[in-house]
Antibody, heavy 121, light 107 residues
């Protein structure tokens, strides 16, 4: 069965960096575009970043562009999110998600359980 | 960016009710509209993709319709496990965007 397990969250001071990981299993990781989606406490969902199945294309929300970098290591079946220059408004639960199989654009058919990032001094 | 607006929020309903949630896009998105259910402390779960396609394993009391800018999620005969927050999401283009959510509460 498809499993996505995030790790790397924690408490970090403003301006510092953090790297999130998402370990994938149960499917051919290298065949799927992958995403990061976040949810601030008590708020709605916000898409953060997308990487194509082969890593050649990457897209970001304006709120993180230039600060966050999405990447993947298909040999390890792992998705990453490098977060630099963190701000208090980046505080959220970060989910990794897989792009759905069928035609319909970029939707999310499987999600991890999430990892909490708290940016605070 | 494409803005997604959901209504109503919140929505108060009883077990057995037929419930309809509306999602409106700020521009035409064809059928590139998806619906998710989220329960407190849990990850979202895909219910409907491409406006009207039921995700595998999702009960048939859930259905989606619409195209262009106006979409609906309908739950026929609301069950106790359906009290949750529902989000729409457009997959027409990046940045991918979500509606603000509709919390379905017990009346």
């Amino acid at each position: 069965q498809v499993q996505l397990v995030e790790s790397g969250g924690g408490v970090v001071q403003p301006g510092r960096s953090l790297r999130l990981s998402c370990a994938a299993s149960g499917f051919t990781f290298s065949s799927y575009a992958m995403h990061w989606v976040r949810q601030a406490p008590g708020k709605g969902l916000e898409w953060v970043a997308l990487i194509s199945y082969d890593g050649s294309d990457k897209y970001y929300a304006d709120s993180v562009k230039g600060r966050f970098t999405i990447s993947r290591d298909d040999s390890k079946n792992t998705l990453y999110l490098q977060m630099n220059s963190l701000r208090p408004e980046d505080t959220a639960v970060y989910y990794c998600a897989r792009t759905g199989d069928d035609a319909g654009g970029y939707y999310f058919d499987y999600w991890g359980q999430g990892t909490l990032v708290a940016v605070s001094s | 960016d494409i803005q997604m607006t959901q209504s109503p929020s919140p929505l108060s309903a009883s077990v057995g009710d037929r419930v309809t949630i509306t999602c409106r896009a700020s521009q035409s998105i064809g059928s590139y509209l998806n619906w998710y259910q989220q329960k407190p402390g849990k990850a979202p779960k895909l219910l409907i993709y491409a406006a009207s396609n039921l995700q595998s394993g999702v009960p048939s009391r859930f259905s989606g319709s619409g195209a262009g800018t106006d979409f609906t999620l309908t739950v026929t005969s609301l069950q106790p496990e359906d009290f949750a927050t529902y989000y729409c999401q457009q997959s027409y283009g990046t940045p991918l965007t979500f509606g603000g959510g509709t919390k379905v509460e017990i009346k």
